[in-house]
T-cell receptor, first 109, second 112 residues
Framework: GQNIDQPTEMTATEGAIVQINCTYQ??????LFWYQQHAGEAPTFLSY??LDGLEEKGRFSSFLSRSKGYSYLLLKELQMKDSASYLC??????????WGAGTKLIIKP | IAGITQAPTSQILAAGRRMTLRCTQD?????MYWYRQDLGLGLRLIHY???????GKGEVPDGYSVSRANTDDFPLTLASAVPSQTSVYFC???????????FGPGTRLTVL
């Protein structure tokens, strides 16, 4: 079966760095996406990785290792507005997104 | 319209009733999707459409139907609602199959 695993909840301090991990087992691989979802709102796109390595975009970076079925999202200089759920999703061989349950990130002052 | 819209925002429905959730996008995206999101679970794909005139089944299609008569609209119909269909429903679109998906604001549906 297809499976995406990520921690249910994480807590971090304002100004700090946090790494959210995602491991996956899917039928085929056509890229990995990270989305941010604030409570009661729609998911919004953060990053896309299809090749191994690190993609940096401002305070957010995403890493992919296809051989290990592993990705992480790194958030630097945390701000209170970063409190949200972070969703990991893998595009399978049918170009359908398989979604993890999301990691709720709580930022404390 | 800017982006992707959904209607209604929320709805309480009696079991057995028929309901259509509306989704419209103005980005001329080819692909559109319907997901449901339940607490503790990832988004699950109900139905999708790669282009106008075509539709396909996702992971959880039973009890739902869709149509794609044109590029902009992708309604989702519950023929006879059941309580297990209580969920938040998101419509999404993308200009190509392996590109990022843009989501509508969601419809919160409660079936009693």
């Amino acid at each position: 079966g297809q499976n995406i695993d990520q921690p249910t909840e994480m807590t971090a301090t304002e100004g700090a760095i946090v790494q959210i991990n995602c491991t996956y087992q899917t039928s085929g691989f056509n890229g990995l996406f990270w989305y941010q979802q604030h409570a009661g709102e729609a998911p919004t796109f953060l990053s896309y990785n299809v090749l191994d390595g690190l993609e940096e975009k401002g305070r957010f970076s995403s890493f992919l290792s296809r051989s290990k079925g592993y990705s992480y999202l790194l958030l630097k200089e945390l701000q209170m507005k970063d409190s949200a759920s972070y969703l990991c999703a893998v595009m399978d061989s049918n170009y359908q997104l398989i979604w993890g349950a999301g990691t709720k990130l709580i930022i404390k002052p | 319209i800017a982006g992707i819209t959904q209607a209604p925002t929320s709805q309480i429905l009696a079991a057995g009733r028929r309901m259509t959730l509306r989704c419209t996008q103005d980005m001329r995206h080819n692909a559109m999707y319907w997901y449901r999101q339940d607490l503790g679970l990832g988004l699950r794909l109900i139905h999708y459409s790669n282009t106008a005139g075509t539709t396909g089944k996702g992971e959880v299609p039973d009890g739902y139907s869709v149509s794609r008569a044109n590029t902009d609209d992708f309604p989702l119909t519950l023929a006879s609602a059941v309580p297990s269909q209580t969920s938040v429903y998101f419509c999404a679109s993308s200009d190509d199959l392996n590109n990022e998906q843009f989501f509508g604001p969601g419809t919160r549906l409660t079936v009693l």
